[in-house]
């Protein structure tokens, strides 16, 4: 991601880029109280196709209204916008907007259809249809506009996010709410009143009218307990010729905060024209299990999901990391309730990317103790000989030691946003335990070493054709995709589960995998009549009778 400024419409803009290399391009425009910054899981996953751009909106961020503020209109923001999009020079782009910014994208969509290809409104809507609404609603705004000026930024800020419309916010995780917390304190007051004096929903002209004018086709997003915004869209459906409603399951008003992946699944569709992926609600009720620094452990159904929790180094693993997945993994193989495990990563955009450099010393990974560790290693055997199918849930990249973690679970579900490849000898670093070997076994021995001497990434549908993974389904049906295999690997026998595991690692697993096999085959065979008959002989103080037991050819 990079920033600069922009000077277009009056305004000098300042505009964050993801990928601008790329060919075709997707536009965002946030919403109140945010900046750019608001769509960086967004736009940094889309950006794996597209060139990506957000523009902080006049008022916010480092973009603010050029003096005397009396002379700005709602119309002149929209017209600043066009020239903009004008100066930057990309041809008709993807306009996606959020709330305010939807709004602001609607309007511009109608005046300049030049410029936008394609239209995604989020929570947005075409304004209040009656002048009397629109003045009341000014003044409320105007009087909302003076308590930010007068009582500060922290004071609002707090009564803002308490708004019912926000409430669903509550169930984000706590270091997504502490960051879209700290953008929205970061926010100038007199910013923040201006935006609402000039583009405020009471200060926009009604688009109502208008939006059976609209020749851009158009996706309309809105989260299912949006009520007020779910009518509204429907509405704007109704009216909107070109135009389909997507109503996105467990999500609120700030779908773009709530479900990212769930957006990013429905705009990829849309710029596909593709139909919209069924997204599903039928996910387990997941439990956490234990308090961890750098994981999550959860349970539910029969099934345990261990997630790497570091996406601020894209889920790269330290010694405290793998510790506390090992001792996930020792949970979940000793619960007789667990029947299956899925590992993921925290995110849209990393399942893991393997070890974090940044701690890595002379002899290993330097954890809190001053030990230099390898850890991983043992973490790797451990999954291998775990009596219980694993499953590797990835979105986003797969390199360096998180492509081995994948590597080794029994299955891979992918996201269509995944990206796997290796990154050893590009940091001075290689795996040549089951990273190469078992590689090798999978996508023979010419490939397996053109992913490690080149140092490439290849796509979801590259490491499908490879044999890497087992299936790509879009980044919004990922975890239904993964739990429904998960159930459906739930109602078959688990003991012939675990002795089918340990025959597929013997052939490659040396005498290790050998001995695995062996044991189960020695469980199995304790369970039968005829090992107990030897036990019970023996408790009993007599000789066994084995004479019973039929030698089958």
């Not at 308590?147 to 019912?164: D, K, N, Q, Y």
């Not at 270091?175 to 000039?198: C, D, F, K, W």
């Amino acid at each position: 991601m990079n920033a600069r400024w922009v000077e277009a419409g009056g305004l000098r803009w300042r505009v964050r880029g993801w990928n601008e290399a790329a060919g075709e391009t997707v536009v965002f425009l946030h919403g109140f109280t945010w900046d750019a910054r608001a769509w960086e899981a967004i736009a940094s996953t889309l950006s794996m196709r597209y060139a990506c751009i957000a523009p902080d909106l006049p008022g916010h961020g480092g973009t603010a209204f050029a003096a005397p503020i009396e002379s700005w209109t709602f119309e002149r923001v929209v017209n600043a916008l066009g020239a903009l999009l004008d100066a930057l020079g990309r041809g008709p782009v993807t306009l996606v907007g959020y709330s305010m910014g939807g709004r602001l994208a609607l309007a511009l969509a109608l005046r300049r259809p030049d410029l936008v290809e394609r239209l995604v409104l989020v929570g947005a809507s075409p304004g209040l249809e009656t002048s009397s609404d629109r003045e009341a609603r000014r003044a409320s705004d105007a009087a909302l506009a003076t308590a930010i000026v007068e009582e500060g930024i922290e004071r609002f800020i707090e009564r803002w996010s308490a708004l019912p419309l926000f409430a669903s916010m509550a169930s984000l995780a706590p270091e997504t709410r502490a960051a879209l917390h700290a953008q929205r304190m970061e926010q100038a007051p007199h910013g923040l009143a201006a935006s609402l004096a000039v583009v405020g929903t009471g200060s926009q002209p009604s688009l109502h009218d208008r939006l059976d004018t609209l020749t851009v086709p158009t996706l309309l997003v809105v989260g299912e307990q949006d009520e007020k915004f779910q009518a509204i869209a429907r509405l704007m459906q109704g009216r909107i010729p070109d135009s389909r409603l997507s109503v996105v399951p467990e999500a609120g008003h700030a779908v773009p905060f709530e479900r990212p992946e769930a957006l990013v699944s429905l705009i990829s569709s849309f710029l596909t024209d593709k139909e919209p992926p069924m997204i599903d609600v039928a996910l387990p009720a997941w439990k956490s299990v234990q308090d961890f620094t750098d994981i999550r452990y959860e349970k539910a159904e029969g099934i345990a999901k261990i997630t790497i929790n570091r996406p601020e180094v894209r889920n790269a693993f330290r010694p405290q990391t793998l510790m506390e997945m090992t001792a996930a993994f020792t949970d979940a193989r000793e619960d007789p309730e667990v029947g299956v495990i899925i590992l993921t990563g925290e995110g849209p955009l990393a399942f893991c990317s393997g070890g974090d450099q940044r701690i890595r010393g002379n002899e290993g990974y330097v954890g809190f103790d001053g030990v230099p560790r390898l850890n991983v290693l043992d973490l790797q055997k451990q999954i291998r000989s775990m009596p219980k199918p694993v499953i590797a849930m990835v979105a986003g990249y797969a390199v360096g030691g998180g492509h081995v973690l994948h590597l080794v679970c029994d299955l891979t579900i992918a996201a269509d946003n995944a990206r796997f490849g290796q990154t050893g000898p590009r940091v001075g670093s290689f795996d040549g335990g089951f990273g190469a070997s078992y590689l090798a076994d999978i996508v023979g021995q010419k490939k397996a070493r053109e992913i490690w001497f080149l140092c490439r990434q290849y796509d979801a549908e590259e490491a499908l054709d490879m044999g890497l993974i087992n299936k790509i389904v879009p980044l919004a049906e990922l975890e239904a995709e993964t739990v429904a295999w998960c159930r459906q690997i739930l109602e078959h026998s688990p003991l012939a589960l675990r002795l089918l595991k340990s025959s597929f690692n013997a052939g490659i697993d040396g005498q290790v995998g050998v001995q695995e096999l062996a044991g189960n085959a020695t469980l199995l065979y304790y369970m039968s009549e005829e090992a107990q008959e030897g036990r019970n002989a023996y408790v009993e103080k007599r000789k066994p009778n084995f004479s019973r037991f039929p030698r089958r050819p």
